[in-house]
T-cell receptor
Framework: NAGVTQNPKFQVLKTGQSMTLQCAQDMNHNSMYWYRQDPGMGLRLIYYSASEGTTDKGEVPNGYNVSRLNKREFSLRLESAAPSQTSVYFC?????????FGPGTRLLVL | GEDVEQSLFLSVREGDSSVINCTYTDSSSTYLYWYKQEPGAGLQLLTYIFSNMDMKQDQRLTVLLNKKDKHLSLRIADTQTGDSAIYFCAEKIDSGYALNFGKGTSLLVTP
């Protein structure tokens, strides 16, 4: 089992460009999450999907959209990237509360 | 959510015990977690404790939970240089889906 995978691992964008961060899990978990990690801020929840077909905002949803494509995949989209979105993005999945994380996507917006 | 607080930095010598502390403020927390993050990597689940327990031991790791004081600690016995990482405390609130994370404690193990 690969667990939670994320693509790409690194990305550099210019302000105003768009991109989609991909996440997939092979643990048959119902719930999936997107977090961002910034120095001194810990992890902050952007969006989550409690089950296939549902998505909800987290603590910092502005500037992002998500799609729960199927039970395995949960993507995060930046429509118009801003320098404030420079961060490390983590996807996670869970069953009965315990969350398992992917390796992260490091995004730099210039 | 309410804040989960951790000290930011801890330095220990190799072979000593490390104790990383965490306080949480939500009394409805059901599970409390410890995650480890090595440089450039994702978060790795180390251990967790259910809120009706007060202690859990797993090899070199001991988790202590004091519900009255809302205090959680992670003790690492015989700390090794490979234990150098950031350790995150997290709580799951009964009514929620997501975890509420602390800002992480950087553990530095010196030879």
């Amino acid at each position: 089992n690969a667990g939670v995978t994320q693509n790409p691992k690194f990305q550099v964008l210019k302000t105003g460009q768009s991109m989609t961060l991909q996440c997939a899990q092979d643990m048959n978990h119902n719930s999936m999450y997107w977090y961002r990690q910034d120095p001194g801020m810990g992890l902050r929840l952007i969006y989550y999907s409690a089950s296939e077909g549902t998505t909800d905002k987290g603590e910092v949803p502005n500037g992002y959209n998500v799609s729960r494509l199927n039970k395995r995949e949960f993507s995060l989209r930046l429509e118009s990237a801003a320098p404030s979105q420079t961060s490390v993005y983590f996807c996670a999945s869970s069953e009965r509360g315990t969350q398992y994380f992917g390796p992260g996507t490091r995004l730099l917006v210039l | 959510g309410e804040d989960v607080e951790q000290s930011l930095f801890l330095s220990v010598r190799e072979g000593d015990s490390s104790v990383i502390n965490c306080t949480y403020t939500d009394s409805s927390s059901t599970y409390l977690y410890w995650y480890k993050q090595e440089p450039g990597a994702g978060l790795q689940l180390l251990t967790y404790i259910f809120s009706n327990m007060d202690m859990k031991q797993d090899q070199r790791l001991t988790v202590l939970l004091n519900k009255k004081d809302k205090h959680l600690s992670l003790r690492i016995a015989d700390t090794q240089t490979g234990d150098s990482a950031i350790y995150f405390c997290a709580e799951k609130i009964d009514s929620g889906y997501a975890l509420n994370f602390g800002k992480g404690t950087s553990l530095l193990v010196t030879p």
